[in-house]
């Protein structure tokens, strides 16, 4: 079984910055891809960006130019850095892991934007 404990969410006005953090733990044997999701209320989870083993990245287009994912391999953790942040942003954001023995998501973490 694989862990995953997320950090870094809150409230935060519109454009302004936060981090977030996801550390995992537990039986892993290798992590291919990490990344960050989100579901803004009355609305499906969505992909936010993820990142390769490799450090190949994608962003949703509503992200590009103010999202960074980035991972410590060494530490089996990722990060994002939000910034110029909208309302539109806010949202639960769940971190995400596939590993050699499965998908793993994360407890999900509040951002809230306000206008």
């Known amino acids: 079984q694989v862990q995953l404990v997320e950090s870094g969410g809150g409230l935060v006005q519109s454009g302004g910055s936060l981090r977030l953090s996801c550390a995992a733990s537990g039986s892993i044997f290798s992590i291919y891809v990490m990344g960050w999701y989100r579901q803004a209320p009355g609305k499906q989870r969505e992909l936010v960006t993820i990142?390769?083993?490799?450090?190949?990245?994608t962003y949703a287009d509503s992200v590009k130019g103010r999202f960074t994912i980035s991972r410590d391999n060494a530490k089996n953790t990722v990060y994002l850095q939000m910034n110029n942040l909208k309302h539109e942003d806010t949202g639960v954001y769940y971190c995400?892991?596939?590993?050699?023995?499965?998908?793993?998501w994360g407890q999900g973490t509040q951002v809230t934007v306000s206008s």
């Open positions: 995400n892991v596939l590993t050699g023995s499965g998908n793993y």
């Open positions: 990142i390769t083993n490799g450090g190949r990245t």
